[in-house]
């Protein structure tokens, strides 16, 4: 079968006689051609993140770093403000009142205040089962006592 050209060409050609219809028609295949390469392009990258969306994510994430550093340096103040307050005999409930940034600072501060909670005048650590200093008062009552309970 032989085709003439008349069947090939549907259309027929028009030659361009002005700027203008160069410019449209050079437009068109432009438009064309974009379109045909972004649908492309969005095929091929389908699944990824835009950079758009990857810096706001990046944001979030940096902010949320953020926060769980500060929460976690303030836990581990905390902390030590409660060793150092076990340490040095400060009651737990006053462990809020010492200062610092790090553990020496911390230290420093919770032996200064222990220091003004130590009490003035402790009652003697008697012990029943020490046996009490010779020439002296407690001995002197001691064996009073003894005397009294008949032993």
């Known amino acids: 079968m032989i085709l ?3 069947d090939i060409m549907a259309e027929e050609f028009e030659p361009i006689t002005s700027q203008e219809a160069l410019d449209s028609l050079i437009t068109a295949r432009i438009e064309e051609n974009t379109k045909a390469v972004t649908e492309s392009v969005t095929k091929q ?6 950079p758009d969306d990857l810096a706001a994510k990046t944001g979030e994430l940096k902010n949320t770093i953020s926060d ?8 581990e103040n905390s902390n030590l403000k409660l060793k150092a307050a076990h340490e040095f ?3 737990f409930e006053l462990s809020d009142r010492i200062s610092g940034d790090d553990e020496k600072a911390i230290r420093e501060d919770a032996e200064r205040l222990s220091k ?10 008697f012990d029943p089962e020490t046996p009490p200093a010779k020439n002296s008062t407690d001995a002197a009552l001691r064996k009073t006592l003894e005397k009294l309970k008949g032993e």
């Open 45 to 50: 990258f389908e699944g990824y993140i835009s």
């Open 68 to 75: 769980l550093t500060t929460k976690n340096k303030a836990y």
């Open 116 to 125: 003004f909670l130590a009490p003035k005048n402790a009652a003697p650590n």
């Open 89 to 91: 005999g400060i009651p």
């Open 4 to 6: 003439e050209r008349n």
